[in-house]
């Protein structure tokens, strides 16, 4: 069965400190990546997606992840991380043919001011 | 604004009662689903629908019954749901295999 594992569920950073959350999934196949966001009382919305090409995608709000397909990972960083990040982030894959969209638990962030 | 609505926001209902949830999408997705979120648990995906046809049930209680009578709208009905049963239950849409969009959510409590 699919599964996806993130590393941390609570990241507490100072600003202007670098991001790095982990994701490892477990898939048979070729796979799309996704990491979303859910922002304090917002609806989650993405941040950025993976389908083919350049392994190293870029997303909104400087965000960028690189997939590893040896390591079945999919790490999402950002260089200097700004309180707005706070939020909580989820990393989700599906099938490269399908729409079944599998998530990670989740990891909260806090950024302190 | 979203993409995605869905109402109500938040109900509450004991465990006799019958309740549904609506969703609607205005993007013009041909694909629709339905989630729950609890509390330190992954995002479960719960039902898909694909051209108004439902392909994944994901092994979801009957008291769960999902309707799309169309691509644009998507509906949950509640029936004799349980207390563990309280969670967020988000719609998301999407073009085929393409991102997912997700609406606020509702905010369901079983008392």
């Known amino acids: 069965a699919q599964s996806v594992s993130q590393h941390n569920h609570h990241v507490i950073l100072s600003e202007a400190a670098s991001l790095e959350l982990g994701c490892n999934y477990s898939?048979?196949?070729?796979?799309?990546l996704f990491w979303y966001v859910q922002y304090p009382g917002q609806h989650l919305q993405l941040l950025l997606k993976y389908f083919s090409g350049d392994p190293l995608v870029k997303g909104i709000k400087g965000f960028e992840a690189e997939f590893i397909k040896s390591k079945f990972s999919f790490n999402l960083r950002k260089p200097s991380v700004q309180w707005s990040d706070t939020a909580e982030y989820f990393c989700?894959?599906?099938?490269?043919?399908?729409?079944?969209?599998?998530f990670g638990a989740g990891t909260i962030l806090r950024v302190k001011s | 604004e979203t993409g995605v609505t869905q109402t109500p926001r938040h109900l509450v209902m004991g465990m006799t009662n019958k309740k549904s949830l609506k969703c609607e999408q205005h993007l013009g997705h041909n694909a629709m689903y339905w989630y729950k979120q609890s509390a330190k648990k992954p995002l479960e995906l719960m039902f898909v629908?694909?051209?108004?046809?439902?392909?994944e049930n994901n092994s979801v209680p009957s008291r769960f019954s999902p309707e799309c009578p169309n691509s644009s709208h998507l509906f949950l009905h509640l029936h004799t749901l349980q207390p563990e049963d309280s969670a967020l239950y988000l719609c998301?849409?999407?073009?085929?295999?393409?991102?997912?969009?997700f609406g606020p959510g509702t905010r369901l409590t079983v008392l």
């Open positions: 998301a849409s999407s073009q085929g295999v393409n991102e997912q969009f």
């Open positions: 629908y694909n051209f108004k046809e439902q392909t």
């Open positions: 898939y048979g196949g070729t796979v799309n």
């Open positions: 989700a894959v599906t099938g490269s043919y399908g729409n079944k969209l599998v």
